[in-house]
């Protein structure tokens, strides 16, 4: 599967990806932002075979057409094709690319391809409510807020509040997203 853009090529993720994907687990701004996708280093086949193979996800690699770079990797999760609806999870690892217009590329690329392409009607999000950049990026993209989900406690270090965010292939079609 390769789904091309203007800038960016989302390609299904492989082997010689982890690299990249295990060096963003290291950095702390990242795992802030995002948690980590790899608590453990060798579970990293086991997770690969999955969005190799399994129906309920997918992982693409999000890669810079001009100088052919894998800049950070999108994902489905929890997909059920029977309801048409998936979350999606998005990081662009290399931060030189952060504010440049990438991730709102290569989810408005994505999302064109598999609601026209697709059984896929209705992608939801969590991102922390803090993240303002992921955020902006996300209603450019056509998204709206939910609603808030309040995880945690506030004593634990990791307690923050969660946007949770949708995006509906009838609201795309009447809105141009
Ligand atoms: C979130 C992410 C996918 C966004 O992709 P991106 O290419 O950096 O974002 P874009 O350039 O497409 O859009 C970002 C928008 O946020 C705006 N922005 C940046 N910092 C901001 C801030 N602190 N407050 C408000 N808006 C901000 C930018 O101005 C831009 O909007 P504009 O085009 O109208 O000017 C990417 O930054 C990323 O992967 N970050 C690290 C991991 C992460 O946060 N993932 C999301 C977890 S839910």
């Excluded at 100088?67 to 999870?89: K, P, V, Y």
């Excluded at 690892?93 to 952060?98: I, V, Y």
């Excluded at 209603?139 to 949770?164: M, N, T």
């Amino acid at each position: 599967m390769v789904i091309e853009g203007d800038r960016v090529i989302l390609r299904l993720i492989g082997s010689s990806d982890m690299l990249s994907l295990q060096r963003w687990d290291d950095d702390p701004e990242i795992v802030r932002l995002v948690g980590k996708k790899f608590l453990y280093p060798e579970r990293t086949p086991a997770w690969l075979a999955r969005m190799r193979h399994s129906p309920e996800c997918l992982a693409l690699a999000i890669v810079d057409r001009a100088s052919n770079t894998l800049m950070g990797d999108l994902e489905l999760e929890d997909i059920s094709w029977r309801s048409g609806r998936a979350e999606l999870r998005i990081c662009i690892g290399e931060k030189r690319f952060w504010g440049k217009g990438y991730g709102t590329e290569a989810i408005r690329t994505f999302i064109d391809h598999a609601f026209s392409n697709t059984s896929l009607k209705h992608v939801y999000l969590r991102v922390y409510a803090s993240n303002h950049r992921a955020i902006a990026c996300y209603r450019k993209c056509g998204f709206r807020a939910e609603g808030i989900l309040r995880v945690g406690h506030k004593r634990q270090e990791l307690s923050e509040d969660l946007l949770l965010m949708t995006l509906d292939k009838e609201m795309c079609r009447y809105q141009a997203c």
